[in-house]
Antibody, heavy 119, light 113 residues
Framework: EVQLLESGGGLVQPGGSLRLSCAAS????????MSWVRQAPGKGLEWVST????????YYADSVKGRFTISRDNSKNTLYLQVNSLRAEDTAIYYC????????????WGQGTLVTVSS | DIVVTQSPDSLAVSLGERAAINCKSS????????????LAWYQQKPGQPPKLLIS???TRESGVPDRFSGSGSATDFTLTISSLQAEDVAVYYC?????????FGQGTKVEIK
């Protein structure tokens, strides 16, 4: 069974940083691209970033480019998102999501980790 | 970016009745080389992450009840729940994966009338 477990969220001041993690199990992690998708409180879904299975293909939403960094450690079956220069509008639940092979839809999702940016 | 717009924003349907949610993309998401529509549907229940229901506009995921069906092509798509059950109360999202970035509709809230 595929399992994705996010951690690392919390309350942070504007301008602060966090490192989000997503521990994966139940599938060949290194064979799949992985993404982060966020959801602001009471709002819809917004794709944030994607990293290919080997880590050589990386994509970001314009809203986070230059501030967020996605990475992965296939030896640890773990996905990361380093979030820097946080703004109030980054407040959201951050979901780790597994992509289907080659195409960018999300067949498995974690439970999410909440990032709150507030002074 | 491809803009995806859902309608209505919410709907209330009686138990056992049909519910239909529309999704319109700002450009065609039908890839001519494979004749596939790059559209997915998700269900999100309160306090839970989204769950993939349908990919390729009409292919149900394993385990998804057959009362859920997807249809449409190019720019106009529909998710239909043929006979609404209490457990179907949720917000439903469509998502295009034809272009980068992948983009979601704003969501449609389905409630019981």
């Amino acid at each position: 069974e595929v399992q994705l477990l996010e951690s690392g969220g919390g309350l942070v001041q504007p301008g602060g940083s966090l490192r989000l993690s997503c521990a994966a199990s139940g599938f060949s992690f290194g064979n799949y691209a992985m993404s982060w998708v966020r959801q602001a409180p009471g709002k819809g879904l917004e794709w944030v970033s994607t990293i290919s299975g080997g880590g050589d293909g990386i994509y970001y939403a314009d809203s986070v480019k230059g501030r967020f960094t996605i990475s992965r450690d296939n030896s640890k079956n773990t996905l990361y998102l380093q979030v820097n220069s946080l703004r109030a509008e980054d407040t959201a639940i951050y979901y780790c999501a597994k992509e289907e092979v080659v195409v960018r839809y999300f067949d498995k999702w974690g439970q999410g980790t909440l990032v709150t940016v507030s002074s | 970016d491809i803009v995806v717009t859902q309608s209505p924003d919410s709907l209330a349907v009686s138990l056992g009745e049909r519910a239909a949610i529309n999704c319109k993309s700002s450009q065609s998401i039908l890839y001519s080389s494979n004749n596939k529509n790059y559209l997915a549907w998700y269900q999100q229940k309160p306090g839970q992450p989204p769950k993939l229901l349908i990919s390729w506009a009409s292919t149900r995921e394993s385990g998804v009840p057959d009362r859920f069906s997807g249809s449409g092509s190019a720019t106009d798509f529909t998710l239909t729940i043929s006979s609404l059950q209490a457990e179907d109360v949720a917000v439903y999202y469509c998502q295009q994966y034809y272009g980068t970035p992948p983009t979601f509709g704003q969501g449609t809230k389905v409630e019981i009338k």
